[in-house]
């Protein structure tokens, strides 16, 4: 008998690969630090849980979370970087390409720019090139297990190549928009996009 073990497909952020690879005022740590912007993050409620991608798009998407779970996914590993300087090597996620989402979705020409929400009211804005990237993800595993609640449970979008305030946790939310909008760290100084080589971090 022949037994064919198929492995999930891996994926490494080509951000790893940089020559530069640890961005400009940033220093290695060797695990995330947990921000939120409340101080209690309630055990969401799986079975109401609905992700929905919206707004410009031809197809809006709406999954529950046992749905979720059975689309394609990969792995990848990537290297989290926070704008208060911190970073953190080779995390391993995974979950759906956001990619993929966008092409069940169709965005119309006239969407440029995505607000990010999430369970607890964060919000965050993006450029929708972002979403177009091999490494951009909506996690539901990290480290080889379920995400916990504090990095994100149930849903969390990975962007490498974005600081880590875009990396969204406990997303409900995808919306696709004409303009840019400010989330809420935007709203208080920080930069609309965030690229860590190019230090875009305030303003
Ligand atoms: N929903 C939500 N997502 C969030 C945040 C938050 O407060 N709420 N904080 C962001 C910031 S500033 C960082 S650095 C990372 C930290 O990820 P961690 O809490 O998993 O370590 O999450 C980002 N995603
Ligand atoms: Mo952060």
Redesign the pocket.
Known sequence: MIIYVMEKRRIVSSVNLREDRLPPGQRWISA??????VDHVPQWDIQSYRFKLFGLVENPLEYSYEELLRLPSVELVADFH?VTRWSVKEILWEGVQTSYLLSLARPKPSAKYVMVH?L?G?TTNLPVEYLYEEDSLLAYRMQGAPIPL???YPLRLVVPKLY??K????VWGIELMERDAPGF?EQRGYNMRGDPWKEERYW
């Open positions: 995330p630090i947990v921000y939120d912007i926070c999430c607890e964060y504090r990095h994100g880590a305030w990396s969204a946790k406990y760290w």
